[in-house]
């Protein structure tokens, strides 16, 4: 599995349950305050005269008690939201991206609404104390604050959306979750990435479906150049559209070319189709990969062989180039 880069946090096992990241930041929000109120000589100096004592009067212990069940009561509606698109997806599985994303604005509405009330539960926002309060803040949480915004940028821009099959980072896989803070996407071998929202408005991102429920797979396939070129064209064609993991409504395409590689000459085969649903990615590659290799050798279609420049017991050894590799990304 691909290392993890800096400030990425890679989690694999059971997934966190959607509403930890809210309750993360809201907490982290609270501590910031608390952080940066408390009347130490080199915060004095950095909030350039403010003063502290009056800051710290500002925050309410009753609006706090205020802001816990307000951020219990916002847990357990994400849940709720959570446990009824999953149900729903389920039930309407074509429209299971549409679900996520509505999922998805919900969830942003109820963590923006949140933070304001727990904020304005907690503290009097008087002008100077909001000065301070925005001071304090921008210096403690300044790269929760980059991600929040990152994330609105993200659900309004949508270069991506939940469901889609991206990469970005090294990380190929599905995106699970728009958090307030990070982005959770899942790798093909069930792997929990976890990206910081700011990341992804200075890294490249590519999306395989771009909010589509299909998707394009490219498969290899290659064969020895003097093979019989229309029979291993209409094995790969035939395999691909009677597969049962296949989206007929977009066209099926297969090219062919000549390579010419470091060790060896051949044919490469080429097939271009859509996945009626991205889950079924690797299950379609596969299907169509083992039923192309099994008539290949019921036909006696032969794989390339390496080029060898040694004794004649070398040339005589055969040799197969890579095997089939299935893509999302187009030629």
Avoid: C
Avoid at 26 to 44: D, K, N, Q, S, T
């Amino acid at each position: 599995m691909t290392q993890p880069q800096p400030r990425l946090l890679v989690f694999a096992g059971r997934r966190r349950r959607a509403g930890g990241s809210l309750a993360i930041s809201l907490v982290g929000v609270l501590v910031g305050i608390f952080a940066w109120a408390w009347p130490a000589p080199a915060r004095a100096q950095e909030l350039a005269g403010i003063d502290l004592a009056r800051l710290i009067e500002q925050v309410s212990p009753a609006g706090l008690v205020v802001s816990l069940i307000v951020i219990a009561i916002a847990l357990l509606v994400l849940r709720f939201i959570t446990g009824l698109t999953d149900s729903l997806s389920k039930r309407f599985s074509d429209r299971r991206l549409m679900l996520q994303q509505i999922s998805t604005v919900l969830r942003f509405i109820i963590y923006v609404l949140t933070s304001i009330l727990v904020v304005s539960a907690s503290i009097r926002l008087e002008g100077q104390v909001l000065v301070a309060l925005a001071v304090a803040i921008g210096f403690a949480l300044k790269d929760l604050a980059s991600s929040v915004l990152a994330g609105i940028i993200i659900l309004f821009d949508r270069p991506f959306q939940v469901g889609d099959r991206v990469t970005v980072a090294g990380h190929y896989g599905e995106i699970l979750a728009i958090g307030l803070r990070s982005v959770r996407l899942v790798t093909l071998d069930d792997s929990l990435v976890t990206i910081p929202n700011n990341r992804f408005l200075t890294e490249a991102v590519v999306s395989g479906n771009a909010g589509a429920l299909d998707m394009q797979i490219v498969m290899d396939f290659y064969v020895a150049i003097d093979s019989d070129l229309r029979t291993a064209k209409r094995i790969v064609y035939e395999a691909v559209r009677t597969s049962r993991f296949v989206y007929l409504e977009k066209p099926v395409v297969v090219l062919v070319t000549d390579i010419i590689e470091s060790s060896y000459f051949a044919t490469r085969l080429r097939a271009k189709a859509y996945v009626l649903d991205v889950r079924y990615e690797k299950l379609f590659a596969s299907d169509v990969t083992e039923r192309v290799k099994m008539a290949y050798l019921d036909q006696g279609i032969r794989p390339p062989s390496v080029l060898h420049r040694g004794t004649d017991a070398s040339r005589q050894a055969p040799a197969h180039p890579p095997a089939p590799v299935a893509s999302s990304s187009p030629e």
